[in-house]
């Protein structure tokens, strides 16, 4: 069992940048692929990156590659998105999930609440 709890989101203006964390409860952290998703208003929930036990591979969503960042810190059980150059586009509210290793939210077994990012123009 995984508890999630997403922080960092907020307001920023396009361009800017903001980083989300996402802190695990339990001792098997390590043990989990990490997603991260994005659900905007009126849309379906979004791929955005995933990161392996380790750390060392990652993929990313098209629409955010080369602007942000998933890493993972299995010493504080945490996993961080770095968002650069964000755009208006990027408004939404985003989850971070544990579970396999796929761009799939099916195969994500856990889940936190979400945090908001809006971006202005």
């Known amino acids: 069992q995984v508890q999630l709890v997403e922080s960092g989101g907020g307001l920023v203006q396009a361009g800017g940048s903001l980083r989300l964390s996402c802190a695990a409860s339990g001792r098997t952290f390590s043990s989990y692929i990490m997603g991260w998703f994005r659900q905007a208003p009126g849309g379906e929930r979004e791929f955005v990156a995933v990161?392996?036990?380790?750390?060392?591979?990652?993929y990313y969503a098209d629409s955010v590659k080369g602007r942000f960042t998933i890493s993972r810190d299995n010493a504080k059980n945490t996993v961080y998105l770095q968002m650069n150059n964000l755009k208006p586009e990027d408004t939404a509210v985003y989850y971070c999930?544990?579970?396999?290793?796929?761009?799939?939210?099916?195969?994500?077994?856990?889940w936190g609440q979400g945090t908001q990012v809006t971006v202005s123009s």
């Open positions: 999930a544990a579970g396999t290793y796929s761009s799939d939210y099916r195969a994500y077994d856990y």
């Open positions: 990161v392996s036990w380790s750390g060392d591979n990652t």
